[in-house]
Antibody, heavy 118, light 113 residues
Framework: QVQLQQSGQGLVKPSQTLSLTCAIS??????????WNWLRQSPSRGLEWLGR?????????DYAVSVKGRITINADTSKNQFSLQLNSVTPEDTAVYYC????????WGQGTLVTVSS | DIVMTQSPDSLAVSLGERATINCKSS????????????LAWYQQKPGQPPKLLIH???TRESGVPDRFSGSGSGTDFTFTISSLQAEDVAVYYC?????????FGGGTKVEIK
């Protein structure tokens, strides 16, 4: 059974960087059939996929156009986890952020409410 | 981007009755490698992440009660709760995983009448 445990800050000031981590148990971040995603959910935007990282002999990333240029998703094989960094945040980035695994998203983290406010 | 259009936005169903949700994709989401539709259905209760119920349009996840079912192909899909139970009150979403960006329907809130 795969479990995803999120950690990171819940309050970020405008223009600063949002950072979250998702620790994986029960699977490997570098598994050749896996994909590791970040999503967010807000009343105004619904469920929004932000991006993913996956390993197929080398690392690949896909990002949503809405956040491209501001987002970085990295994998840390030594800690078996992956992370989200979102730069230059604004109040519109306020949302519950989730990590999730797969394509049909089988496993989800518990969610982190991130508020962007001064 | 593939747009997922879900209907209705909400529905109220009596206990034991059938609930049906529709989802339409803006293009075909058939995965050529297995000829299956890359369509998932989720249940979300307040304060919880979405829970995957069905993938490949009609394959139930392990442990999901058989009153939940999915059908359809190509661009038109249906999710059915055959006999609504009190614990099924939730918001339900469809999602395509045929291509990035992964996209979701707007959600359907299911309540007890």
């Amino acid at each position: 059974q795969v479990q995803l445990q999120q950690s990171g800050q819940g309050l970020v000031k405008p223009s600063q960087t949002l950072s979250l981590t998702c620790a994986i148990s029960g699977d490997s971040v570098s598994a050749n059939s896996a994909a590791w995603n970040w999503l967010r959910q807000s009343p105004s935007r619904g469920l929004e996929w932000l991006g993913r990282t996956y390993y197929r002999s080398k690392w690949y990333n896909d990002y949503a156009v809405s956040v491209k240029g501001r987002i970085t998703i990295n994998a840390d094989t030594s800690k078996n986890q992956f992370s989200l960094q979102l730069n230059s945040v604004t109040p519109e980035d306020t949302a519950v952020y989730y990590c999730a695994s797969g394509y049909g998203l089988h496993y989800w983290g518990q969610g982190t409410l991130v508020t962007v406010s001064s | 981007d593939i747009v997922m259009t879900q209907s209705p936005d909400s529905l109220a169903v009596s206990l034991g009755e059938r609930a049906t949700i529709n989802c339409k994709s803006s293009q075909s989401i058939v995965y050529s490698a297995n000829n299956k539709d890359s369509l998932a259905w989720y249940q979300q209760k307040p304060g919880q992440p979405p829970k995957l119920l069905i993938h490949w349009a009609s394959t139930r996840e392990s442990g999901v009660p058989d009153r939940f079912s999915g059908s359809g192909s190509g661009t038109d899909f249906t999710f059915t709760i055959s006999s609504l139970q009190a614990e099924d009150v939730a918001v339900y979403y469809c999602q395509q995983y045929y291509s990035v960006p992964l996209t979701f329907g707007g959600g359907t809130k299911v309540e007890i009448k």
